[in-house]
């Protein structure tokens, strides 16, 4: 079956709708192509908080000396200077206008009074969704999608792009069903693909080191067969060994545990000795690894009500409060005699380091580890304990792109047709992405490619 439109998108995350809404609105006839049976990807089961300096929330904090030059220096540093300065730049400065898009048009509500603050920021930027999770976004999308007549077309898998005799990229072929479908794209491809953070064999391939020892948090599509698409196609793919891991997820499913993001207002990370191991804001794969040495390579996270006042975690996440509860690998003490009980941890030392923790607490006092915005004091009750172990979490390597996400060869030349946006591209984040970057990636780049391959169809 052959179907003719403007522009393809192929996957429905927040960098495929981003682009075909986009594409649309520059008078595209486009089409979204989603291989699973719903949409969303990693963007929906993502905590979904967006970096963007300047945000309007920083002015209500107290926090006016923010700027996108500052943003691409915390992302090009925190990905080990491994990341495209030229690239980063593009994302950081048209992240206040990607957000606005959102809040104004998309209709994505954000908290009005509050931001969050990943480690490896200098700043406190990141804008929180409704509900702290992607579905805010994802579900505001599709409703988009619909009122603008954009077909979204699931259970519809690429399985190879299509070139002319010129060498651009004029469609793809799919599959739904066993059948065969061609989709003929005018102006070009978009590929927002994802990454291949569940595609466990390919995480070994890349990066040997992460091994059967890793579970993920990644939605079940991100299996990464669309890179190596790009690639027969003459896309260059780099930066494909650096593999985030996210240090807290559940030791069972490995999915992220995001009521432990208490640990951001001052929960504590033990180790089946009771005792602290490494400064919890630290970058998630110091974290990861830190974990894996520890006994039985996993962590104990710690907080009271103190710190969950501010956090507010548990009523946030109350499906994930039953759940790990139910589970049996999270519990809720009056004190710390029965959080040594639940989780086997040696009372007395437990003690120790609570009681040291409290002679510790405010910005500048953590002697030990340096926690960079200060301990709690964790002398009262209640308390919260959960189990965590590193999951693989995003695939930081992919398609070369340029500033105008166009994918590109290995010598750097243009691939007419294709472009890339998201976690399917490979040159932002460098080593190591640090957190509240995705979505403004994916915002950022899925509306330049949607936009660019609208203007290559007149
Ligand atoms: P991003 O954050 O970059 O938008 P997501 O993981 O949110 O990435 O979305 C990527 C989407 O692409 C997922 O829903 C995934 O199922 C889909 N996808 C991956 N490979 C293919 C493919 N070969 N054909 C169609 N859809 C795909």
């Keep these: 079956k052959v179907n003719n439109y403007d522009v393809v998108v192929v996957g429905a995350g927040g960098a495929g709708f981003s682009a075909a809404i986009t594409a649309k609105n520059a008078g595209a006839n486009v089409v979204l192509l989603e291989k699973m049976p719903a949409v969303g990807g990693n963007s929906l089961i993502s905590g979904a908080e967006m970096n963007v300096a300047k945000n309007w929330v920083q002015p209500k904090l107290g926090i006016n000396d923010d700027s996108p030059e500052l943003h691409a220096q915390d992302t090009f540093k925190g990905g080990d200077k491994k990341g495209d300065m030229k690239v980063i730049n593009v994302m950081t400065h048209n992240a206040l206008d990607a957000a606005k898009w959102c809040k104004d048009y998309i209709g994505v509500n954000f908290e009005p009074d509050n931001l969050f603050f990943f480690g490896g920021h200098s700043r406190k930027r990141a804008l929180i969704p409704e509900g702290h999770t992607g579905t805010e976004f994802i579900s505001k999308f599709m409703h988009k999608a619909e009122e603008l007549g954009i077909p979204v077309i ?27 479908y061609t989709f003929n794209a005018k102006g070009g ?21 992460i091994d059967e020892r890793f579970k993920t948090t990644d939605a079940p599509g991100s299996t990464g067969e669309a890179l190596y698409m790009a690639e027969k196609a003459g896309a260059q793919l780099v930066n494909m060994g650096y593999i985030q891991t996210y240090p807290i997820c559940d030791p069972i499913s490995g999915v992220i545990e995001l009521i432990a993001d208490a640990r951001f207002d001052g929960a504590l990370m033990l180790n089946q000795d009771a005792k602290r191991f490494v400064e919890e804001l630290d970058r998630r794969d110091v974290l990861s690894h830190a974990i894996l040495k520890q006994p039985g390579g996993y962590c104990w996270v710690l907080w009271n009500d103190n710190i969950g006042k501010i956090s507010n975690t548990v009523k946030t996440h109350t499906n994930e409060y039953e759940a790990f509860t139910k589970q049996g690998i999270m519990k809720t003490c009056e004190d710390l005699k029965c959080i040594a009980d639940f989780t086997k941890m040696p009372y007395d030392q437990l003690v120790k380091t609570i009681d040291r923790v409290n002679t510790m607490t405010g910005k500048g006092n953590d002697k030990d580890f340096n926690h960079r915005s200060g301990l709690m004091d964790m002398s009262q009750g209640k308390y919260y304990v959960i189990k965590a172990v590193p999951s693989t ?66």
């Design 189 to 209: 491809v978009v590929l927002a693909t994802g990454g291949f953070g569940a595609n466990a064999q390919m995480v070994k391939k890349y990066n040997p080191k």
């Design 393 to 458: 979490h995003h695939t930081m390597g992919g398609i070369r792109i340029n500033e105008k996400a166009q994918a590109l060869t290995a010598d750097g030349k243009v691939i007419p047709g294709l472009w890339a946006a998201g976690e399917v591209t490979g040159v932002t984040h460098g080593t190591n992405r640090l957190g509240g970057n995705a979505y403004t990636d994916i915002i950022v780049f899925g509306r330049i490619a949607g936009q660019a391959a609208a203007q290559a169809a007149k």
């Design 154 to 180: 699931t259970n519809m898998k690429m399985v190879d792009l299509i070139k002319n005799a010129e060498g651009r990229v004029v469609g793809v072929k799919a599959e739904m069903n066993g059948q065969e």
